[in-house]
């Protein structure tokens, strides 16, 4: 990567102002997966370690630019703490950076840490707002950004204080562009990705960018009822997207003229409706009963899918292939999942919903990589350029 890294700067004696992922899901003020905070320990230890003192700063969740304490950081800062096994005092602020913070900021030491309150009580975040940012930016001696999950937006916490303070990315975010941008744009061969979901329309990007890049694309979820229909066959009650018919098609033909074989599911799990204890049915996709939706890919389907990846050196993997949070329906999600994990290949998931299939699968820890930025995660696949990444200053 042609960005400056948090290992081409020196900090004994530097304020170091971090830009985290703490956007952690919470159910009555308790955090109910941390996995954004352990991804985010290697930065803070390693400035830490360096000598630097650090102030770090992140959303959670969309007060809309209001002080809402539902969205207080507290319960970040407590957590931080008992996993670094060192304080993490919080710096409870409803104007994030008022006069208190200032002072409190001015008398951290080397290798102390701060937490702030959520950026997003103030409208200017997501605004990208001057002032908030040149508040931010006059905490701290240097700026380092490992917020993958935010870096495809522009807001004051990661661009706007890039333009303003020396600027480094974070580890997290190093590995994430790293294995997720070598691995689509240098792939070892084949390289076959896997694309389902729920929408067509939510990935068109990501479809045309792979479709000049991989040898197999596989669709699944609802988005394979899509080109299902465009190919003639009904999908009954199925969620399926009528003013995308003609992109499917001419996706199809996009991959027939780019020699990309283009694996769309033979057989379905079919339902009433979605719920836990609904009666399914397997039907071959020429038979979708007109009264019924397609909810999951079927058995002939995974051994498909399984004889198409079995020498696939890359797997880029979006979308689940049903509905996976209910448990009848996950079997093909879970497969797939299984597949990927005894694969001998770089294996990479992104996209939220994705990830968390994943992490239910239980294979996690057989996958390559595994996103932790849902939205930026899908950019990059795109082929997008993240406007977090893009503000960093560039290597010499
Ligand atoms: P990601 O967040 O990984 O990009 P998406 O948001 O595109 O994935 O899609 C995830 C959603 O798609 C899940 O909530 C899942 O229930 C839904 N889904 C998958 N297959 C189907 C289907 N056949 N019918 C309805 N919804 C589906
Ligand atoms: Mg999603």
């Not at 992490?359 to 990059?380: F, N, P, Q, V, Y």
């Amino acid at each position: 990567m042609n960005k400056k890294s948090i290992k081409d700067f020196d900090y004994k004696g530097k304020k170091v102002l971090v830009r985290c992922d703490f956007n952690v899901p919470l159910k009555d003020g308790e955090i109910t997966d941390e996995t954004r905070i352990r991804e985010s320990l290697p930065t803070i230890e390693y400035l830490t370690n360096e000598g630097a003192a650090v102030i770090l700063m992140s959303h959670l969740g969309r007060p809309k630019g209001k002080a809402n304490h539902e969205y207080s950081l507290e319960p970040v800062a407590t957590k931080l703490s008992e996993m670094l096994d060192k304080e993490v005092r919080f710096l409870d602020d409803d104007k994030v950076v008022s006069d208190k913070t200032i002072k409190e900021v001015a008398s951290i030491k080397d290798g102390e840490i701060v937490l702030l309150q959520n950026t997003r009580f103030l409208e200017g975040e997501e605004k990208n707002d001057k002032d908030f940012s040149k508040k931010l930016a006059s905490l701290a001696d240097l700026y380092v950004n490992d917020a993958f999950g935010t870096a495809h937006r522009a807001h004051a916490s990661n661009v706007g204080v890039s333009e303003i303070l020396p600027s480094a990315v974070g580890l997290l975010v190093e590995k994430e562009i790293e294995v997720m941008a070598n691995s689509i744009e240098n792939p070892e061969r084949p390289f076959v990705a896997i694309l389902g979901g729920a929408k067509v329309s939510d990935k068109i990007g990501v479809i045309e960018n792979l479709l000049t890049k991989v040898d197999k694309i596989i669709i699944v979820g609802a988005m394979a009822n899509t080109f299902l229909k465009a190919e003639g066959k009904g999908v009954g009650t199925s969620l399926v997207e009528d003013d995308k018919l003609d992109l499917a098609k001419d996706l199809i033909n996009k991959a027939k003229d780019a020699n990309v074989e283009l694996i769309l599911p033979v057989d379905l799990v079919v339902a009433y409706e979605i719920k836990d204890d609904v009666e399914i049915k397997t039907v071959s996709t020429d038979e979708i009963p007109e009264d019924k939706m397609a909810l999951d890919i079927g058995e002939e389907t995974i051994e498909k899918i399984k004889e198409a990846l079995s020498d696939a050196k890359t797997v880029v993997w979006n979308g689940p292939a049903g509905v996976f949070e209910v448990e009848a329906l996950s079997k093909g999600t879970f497969a797939i999942a299984d597949i990927l994990a005894d694969l001998d290949a770089t294996t990479i998931i992104g996209g939220g919903d994705s990830a968390a299939a994943v992490e239910k699968s239980g294979k996690a820890d057989k996958i390559t990589h595994i996103s932790t930025g849902g939205g930026a995660s899908l950019e990059l696949l795109e082929g997008k350029e993240l406007p977090g990444i893009a503000c960093i200053e560039d290597r010499e």
